[in-house]
């Protein structure tokens, strides 16, 4: 259970670092409506989610790693005892320690980036981090284990976060942007909310030409990583694996329907006062699902494969 | 028709024709496909090596191999080392008994790893008669 929740903390956090990127590189810049004070605080704060993010990965890590030294450790072994030969003569291991390289690369980078938000460069290294971050995941799940059309496999996974990142990442953090944080007490000052909505007027009309590279590059990396487990279409409904990337699969369809809602109906809207909140709402109900989402990948990667229950 | 139409309809095409292409092309994970001695098998004679033969290649270098002897209270467990794979897709791992064992019952405890990580660990039951 515990490699799980390490897993789906891994996803929820490399997801949301890419968002932080993609939205300092590509949504920010065409956010001309904006004067330079206002992005540079949109960049600092999305540079501090990256930080988050980033710091979130290390106990998932070291979680990963605790989990897997117990799965290999003998009755009355030290636990660390068969770290050494795990992490560096296994492909888990190379895949571990570039996950933890690209880790610190994201931290440093988005620390970098936070001191001058505003300078595009300095968000160059953690996207580095987090291109990092999107690859390795293909290093140590089912993709790399194959021995029959592994280049594919490793591709379409890395492409799948990558995806995941630019779409439902740049999402997440517009929606923690979007967010006014409530005091101690309970109260929500109303300057934040001003400027809650007003990033999410600004922000949200951005999202389209991110997303949509996003999603086809998730859609097709999913379909493309699906086939190559599945050996009937009757395993989407007969086999626990099946079943659950079926459930993603509804999932994922909902989420791009709201995104869509929010496209052409809400967005639309957004001007007006009751536009925001109600685009808020639906933010809030698509990063729900999308959690849900990176959960039932976590599951994905500890489930038997069709044919082997 | 354009050059964007004409790259939609290769996707498309590709999509069409080169992913069912890949059906079939079925992930497995590691499993354990034969060993000597067999699960179960009862030799008439010591065997000299211990060979597991695994779907996939294994991470020889966080892989043990154990064997017990008896039952119970005095079963005693010893390491076998060192472990070996040649380089063929299909070799097994292979591991030295070592002193020829008497007539008894005797597990080979195995554990290993994946490429993916996926650990797996099972037990080889045998029975030594009449060893000389």
Redesign the interface.
């Known amino acids: 259970m515990e490699w799980i929740i390490a897993r789906w903390v891994t996803f929820v956090a490399t997801v949301l670092a890419t968002g932080a990127c993609a939205l300092a590189l590509a949504l920010l810049p065409r956010a001309i409506s904006a004067d330079d004070d206002t992005r540079r605080q949109i960049a600092r704060d999305a540079a501090r989610i990256g930080i988050v993010a980033a710091l979130a990965l290390i106990p998932a890590a070291l979680l990963r790693l605790a989990d897997?030294l117990l799965?290999?450790r003998?009755d009355g072994d030290p636990l660390f005892a068969?770290a050494a030969?795990?992490l560096t003569?296994?492909?888990?291991g190379s895949?571990f320690l570039a996950q933890s390289v690209a880790t610190l690369l994201a931290l440093v980078g988005f620390a970098h980036a936070h001191g001058a938000p505003g300078v595009r460069r300095r968000w160059i290294i953690p996207a580095l981090g987090c291109l990092g971050l999107c690859a390795t995941p293909a290093l140590?799940?089912?993709?790399?284990?194959?021995?029959?059309?592994t280049s594919?496999?490793v591709a379409a996974d890395i492409a799948h976060v990558t995806g995941a990142g630019l779409w439902l990442g740049a999402i997440g953090v517009i929606g923690l942007l979007g967010v006014a944080i409530p005091n101690g007490d309970g109260i929500v000052n109303p300057v934040h909310v001003s400027r809650a909505d007003a990033r999410l007027r600004l922000l949200v009309p951005l999202i389209p030409p991110v997303a949509l590279p996003g999603v086809a590059l998730l859609l097709?990396s999913g379909?493309?990583s699906a086939?190559?487990?599945?050996?009937d279409v009757g395993d989407l409904w007969t086999e626990t694996w099946g079943r659950y990337v079926l459930t993603k699969m509804i999932l994922v369809t909902i989420i791009v329907a709201l995104g869509a809602r929010n496209w052409r109906t809400l967005g639309p809207r957004i001007a007006r006062a009751d536009g925001v909140p109600a685009l808020r709402r639906s933010l809030i109900i698509e990063l729900l699902i999308a959690l849900l989402v990176l959960l039932i990948t976590a599951v994905l990667v500890v489930t038997?494969?069709?044919?082997?229950e | 028709m354009n050059a964007r139409s004409m790259v939609r309809r290769s996707v498309l095409a590709l999509l069409l024709v080169g992913v069912p292409a890949l059906a079939g092309a079925s992930m497995l994970h590691l499993k354990l496909s034969r060993s000597e001695p067999a699960a179960n098998a009862v030799l008439t004679a010591s065997p000299r090596q211990v060979k597991l033969w695994f779907t996939q290649k294994p991470e020889l270098t966080v892989t043990s191999i154990k064997m017990t002897s008896g039952i119970g209270a005095t079963a005693v467990e010893r390491a076998l080392a060192p472990l070996s794979r040649a380089d063929a897709a299909d070799a097994p791992i292979t591991a030295p008994v070592g002193a020829p064992l008497a007539a008894g019952h005797y597990e080979i405890v195995w554990r290993t790893m994946a490429r993916d990580g996926h650990v797996l660990n099972g037990v080889i039951p045998f029975d030594v008669r009449d060893a000389r």
């Open positions: 897997q799965a290999l003998s068969g030969p795990l003569s296994t492909m888990w895949g140590q799940g089912h993709a790399i284990g194959s021995e029959t059309y594919l496999a097709l379909v493309i086939v190559l487990k599945l050996t038997p494969l069709p044919g082997e």
